[in-house]
């Protein structure tokens, strides 16, 4: 059946770009596909801008709207024009999608709304495989978008958009079909927002973890990470810190360590090595100038500053986050499985712990997929894997080098290679690490305000045009511009809603208010006062 | 006696300081005689604001005319007439008369041509029964041309009506119907300058002159535009109201300003208009049309602070019928013009991009003669 005819193209078309005249009648909608018929094959071409106007009202001396009714009331409805842009996405070819024209339209060609069929068969899942079901095309109630699995995983993804336009319940759905299809996830929760989800397949497992750290698997670069102390900060405190570590790791395994936590008076397991670096440190600035005990720092006198400080940053960390560095607790890693999601609930953190607690989990993944690519062990860790990352712009800061930016430029790179997908969620674009977004090849931009983070959305961001970039800020929630290689054109999606149940959804003020009145005057007074503790 | 103190050798400056004065007593009389004169006029018949009127089915002709060399001795031109009215829907037509002529005076025949195009398309829309018709321009002007009147002047041989006689007779015209000109139709045209040539012939006893045929055929062409205008004025004559936006008429104040300049410079910003004068409208001796029509002139400012419009009303109508017939003008003017007749003016108009259009689809270059210079 012969699609709806929209217009003609107008003079002046390139091969990425041309103009639509409208029909009388006709009105195109941005983000609307067409097909446009040229000499020798047919065209497929997004709508990225429409401008309406009409012949009546085309005057610049009508500055009052009184104008407009006086000539409204003589000629009734105005004659409108409509003028399209289209962007250029493909030929078409038996139907199917080949590369981009070489040359522009004709003058007057045929301009048609591109039919279901060919977009569906377009945003159908890969052949043979089942895709990603993210949700409905927003002018074509009637096509499914299915993300590439593979591509999603492989060239990575970034979910943008402000507060409440939709971003949690877009991984959600993506984490919800990743997880169906037998995928491996882990999802970093900074706020909280996903404990209590559930998925709603049988074999779906969701694992809420809490973020223990396991001092004894972290390298001596992560423990500085942890303390404050780097080599770039503080030189000196840096390398007592790592002859401290040396010492602490080698009384580990000669299971001595017990021995020097005894004489420091530390009370911890006899394997907490963060506590025998404490031990070491703090024995070796009380010890006896002829002690020939080598497992206790040497140091010159003007040094002792430098270790003392060492000494509180140790014993600092220890006490703050005593109930999360747990020795043996094993990683975060151990907990991946197929067909499961592994939540860290990170809300209880503060950001240098949460920093280390990411980036120690991001790199001991990467490591686990690439020695079991290369067949070096490993042999049972799952992948690929898809790890999110929540809030990525306080983690992956465009302004400073954080561990967790590390691990994940890391991934960026490297991931492809071993099967290691990441996933960064941001309300604030421009904050992000540009060179991390920029590998995020594959975007689903949501709703965004701010202008400096729509331009900076623009420019990491290849088909997205200066038109399409204007509409951001007018997306409903949920209503998402989705572009990368997962999808095999761009698209402006109504993101589904997520099927099972997701904890943090919008705060219901007014339905808790009600709800805690309704109870307080219900109970008797001696409830009521028992129940805020009086 | 030497050459130098006789002729003068002036600078500009000396010239521009001289001349100042007179020119400023000229264009602005208001301080003297004159001055006062025309600002008691004013002060009689100027009326200050102007009432809702209630007429609903207004109704506006408008015409368009451009040309083009098509070579270096003809032209393409392009004519167009259009017409609006609000009813209960909106009523549009248009039409447009195409062709080539011989550059003899191809501007004035143009024009004359646009003239009977809207002359005959009033007279046609007449049918549809507007309470007033609307026309771009001026009933007067349009049979005084004074001293370029015909191509003849006001002299026009005796042979004329002898030829206007032997077209309308021979071909079985009757030069007010229609809606396009006669004489520029392409299977009449030929016709037409048979009879023309003939008659030329019989009257002076020798094959005339190409450029005699012209002018015979100019002058049927301003015949046709009086016998239209005259026809239209008899049938029409409740209805129709001509509007001009500019005009150098001196007819109302007989001042050395135009009527236009003294109402714009001596009335206030706000609406309003002056008492309607009579004055009769008779047609050139030559054209052998006898009928008289009495013309209501009056000059009005339909909105705040916009440009006086000159208005015809045809007939003797007295003051409380001019300010209802303003008043509904007022009530759809848009800065301060009849949108009635903005809406015709901007369905018939014919641009430069038009005639290159036309011309390229004809397939035929445009020639100016610059193309030998490579331009």
């Known amino acids: 059946m012969e699609s709806e005819v929209l217009g003609r193209i107008a003079p002046n078309s390139t091969p990425v770009q041309a103009e639509m005249i409208a029909y009388a009648g006709v009105v195109p ?14 065209l497929l071409g997004m709508i990225s801008n429409v401008v309406r106007g009409a012949l009546e009202l085309a005057r610049n001396d009508l500055l009052q709207a009184n104008y407009y009714d006086t000539i409204l009331e ?9 003028k399209a842009t289209i962007r250029m996405i493909g030929i078409l070819s038996g139907g199917e999608l080949t590369g981009l024209p070489r040359a522009p339209p004709p003058t007057g060609a045929l301009v048609r709304r591109a039919p279901a069929d060919l977009l569906r068969r377009i945003f159908a899942p890969p052949t043979g495989r089942e895709g990603i079901r993210l949700g409905k ?44 299809m037998g995928g491996v996830a882990i999802l970093f929760d900074v706020h909280s927002e996903y404990t209590g989800m559930s998925l709603g397949c049988p074999h779906c497992e969701v ?22 102390v780097t080599y770039d900060s503080a030189p000196k405190q840096f390398i007592y810190l790592k002859s401290a570590f040396k010492r602490a790791k080698e009384l580990l395994i000669r299971e001595r360590l017990g021995e020097y936590l005894t004489r420091a008076e530390i009370e911890a ?11 070491i440190i703090q024995l070796s600035l009380s010890r006896e100038k002829e002690s020939d005990d080598r497992f206790l720092i040497p140091f010159p006198s003007n040094d002792r500053g430098s270790i003392e400080s060492l000494l509180a940053k140790v014993d600092f960390v220890r006490s703050k986050y005593g109930r999360v560095l747990k020795p043996t607790a094993g990683e975060l890693a151990d907990h991946l499985n197929y067909g499961k999601l592994v939540i860290v609930d990170l809300g209880q953190l503060d950001s240098d712990l949460t920093d280390v607690v990411v980036g120690k989990t991001l790199y001991t993944i990467l490591m686990r997929a690439k020695l079991k690519r290369i067949g070096r062990g490993y042999e049972d860790f799952p992948t690929p894997v898809f790890a999110v990352l929540e809030e990525a712009h306080a983690l992956i800061p465009s302004i400073e080098r954080t561990y967790t930016s590390s691990a994940a430029a890391s991934i960026a790179k490297e991931g492809r290679k071993f099967g290691v997908g990441l996933c960064l969620v941001s309300q604030r674009p421009k904050r992000l690490n540009p ?20 331009a900076y959305v623009r420019r990491a961001t290849e088909f997205l045009s200066e038109e399409m970039v204007s509409y951001l800020p007018s997306l409903d929630v949920g209503e998402a511009v989705v572009v990368g290689p997962m999808v095999r054109i761009p698209a402006l999606v109504k993101v589904r809603l997520f099927e099972g149940k997701r904890g943090g959804e919008s705060l219901k003020a007014y339905d808790m208010w009600r709800e805690g009145l309704r109870r307080r005057l219900n109970a008797s007074p001696d409830e009521y006062y028992d129940s805020i503790g009086g | 006696m030497k050459v130098e103190s006789e002729l003068p050798f002036e600078s500009i400056e000396e010239a521009v300081i001289e001349a100042r004065s007179r020119i400023s007593s000229f264009l602005f009389p208001r301080s003297g005689v004159e001055g006062d004169a025309l600002l008691s006029v004013i002060r009689r018949e100027w009326r200050s604001g102007i009432g809702q009127g209630s007429v609903e089915r207004i109704a506006a002709i408008d015409g368009s005319n451009n040309s083009e060399y098509l070579t270096l001795g003809q032209v393409i031109f392009a004519v167009s007439a259009s017409f609006f009215m609000k009813d209960t829907e909106p009523v549009v037509a248009r039409k447009y008369q195409i062709g080539v002529m011989d550059d003899y005076h191809y501007r004035e025949r143009v024009s004359l041509c646009r003239e009977t195009m809207e002359l005959k398309m009033a007279l046609r829309s007449l049918e549809l029964g507007p309470e007033i018709l609307l026309m771009d321009g001026s009933f007067l002007a349009m049979v005084d041309r004074g001293l370029w009147s015909t191509p003849y002047g006001q002299k026009v041989p005796y042979h004329m009506r002898r030829i206007l006689r032997e077209v309308e007779s021979t071909l079985g015209l009757n030069l007010t119907e ?29 094959p005339p002159q190409r450029d005699e045929i012209r002018r015979a055929m100019a002058f049927i062409e301003r015949y046709e535009v009086l016998c239209s205008l005259n026809e239209l004025l008899r049938r029409g004559r409740s209805v129709l109201v001509a509007v001009a936006k500019r005009s150098s008429s001196r007819l109302y104040f007989n001042s050395r300003l135009p009527d236009m300049e003294v109402v714009r410079r001596y009335t206030s910003l706000e609406p309003g208009y002056l008492s309607p004068k009579v004055v009769e409208l008779s047609f050139p001796e030559y054209s052998g049309i006898d009928d008289t029509y009495p013309i209501s002139l009056t000059y009005v400012r339909l909105e705040r602070a916009t440009s006086p419009l000159r208005v015809e009303v045809v007939g003797n109508v007295d003051e409380s019928v001019l300010e209802e017939l303003l008043g509904s003008l007022a009530r759809y003017s848009v800065r301060g013009y009849p949108y009635h007749l903005r809406r015709v ?13 036309l011309s390229r689809n004809l397939l035929i270059p445009e020639v100016s003669g610059r193309e030998r210079l490579g331009e």
């Open chain 1, 29 to 42: 909608k941005v983000g609307d596909y067409v097909v446009v018929d040229s000499e020798e094959s047919k």
């Open chain 1, 74 to 82: 003589v000629v009734g409805s105005p004659s409108d024009w409509l």
């Open chain 1, 137 to 180: 095309l927003l002018t074509r109630g009637d096509v499914t978008v299915h993300l590439d699995p593979d591509e999603l995983i492989s060239r990575h993804l970034a979910v943008l958009a402000v507060t409440g336009g939709g971003k949690s319940n877009s991984v959600a759905v993506i984490l919800e079909e990743i997880v169906r």
């Open chain 1, 207 to 228: 694992e809420t973890v809490d973020p223990v750290l396991d001092p004894n698997t972290l390298t001596v670069d992560e423990l500085g990470s942890l303390l404050g």
């Open chain 1, 269 to 279: 397991d006899r394997d907490d090595l963060l506590a025998g670096i404490q031990a």
């Open chain 1, 435 to 454: 060179d991390v977004l920029s590998q995020m090849v594959n975007k689903i931009i949501l709703r965004v305000v701010e202008p400096e983070d729509q």
């Open chain 2, 178 to 206: 229609g809606l396009v000109s006669y004489t520029h139709l392409v299977n009449l045209m030929g016709k037409i300058e048979e009879i023309v040539a003939s008659v030329l012939e019989e009257e002076s006893g020798k």
């Open chain 2, 345 to 357: 003016h901007e369905l018939a108009k014919i641009g430069r991009d038009l005639m290159s259009h």
